[in-house]
Nanobody, 122 residues
Framework: VQLQASGGGLVQAGGSLRLSCVASGRINAINRMGWYRQAPGKQRELVAT???????NYADSLKGRFTISRDNAENTVYLQMNSLKPEDTAVYYCNVEATGWGNWGLQSYDSWGQGTLVTVSS
């Protein structure tokens, strides 16, 4: 399962961005999808996850500003980020837990996208 993230960029504080991440490959089913971020000099941290049934989980500090959603028909997860702050500056990574068809039949995948940089200027 491969992931392609997009939508990052430079935005002023208070602005908005929408990240997208598309999963591709010989996918059987996608379970949990999520976004994580890593700021310079810091560890990677959870932003939000969404289950196959639409249940969401957010980092406490981001509730109310960020919204995760998914389009199951398009194997895509989105992250709508509003009221952005300079401290939101980070590389954002999508993550997908899925099952797919590999060389030895059905197998589980825990895949990461390449990361997309979000820079929020003050």
């Amino acid at each position: 399962v491969q992931l392609q993230a997009s939508g990052g960029g430079l935005v002023q504080a208070g602005g908005s961005l929408r990240l997208s991440c598309v999963a591709s490959g010989r996918i059987n089913a996608i379970n949990r999808m999520g976004w994580y971020r890593q700021a310079p000099g810091k560890q990677r941290e959870l932003v939000a996850t969404i289950s196959s049934s639409g249940n969401t989980n957010y980092a406490d500090s981001l509730k109310g500003r960020f919204t995760i959603s998914r389009d199951n028909a398009e194997n895509t997860v989105y992250l709508q980020m509003n009221s952005l702050k300079p401290e939101d500056t980070a590389v954002y990574y999508c993550n997908v837990e899925a099952t797919g068809w590999g060389n030895w039949g059905l197998q589980s995948y825990d895949s990461w996208g390449q990361g997309t940089l979000v820079t929020v200027s003050s």
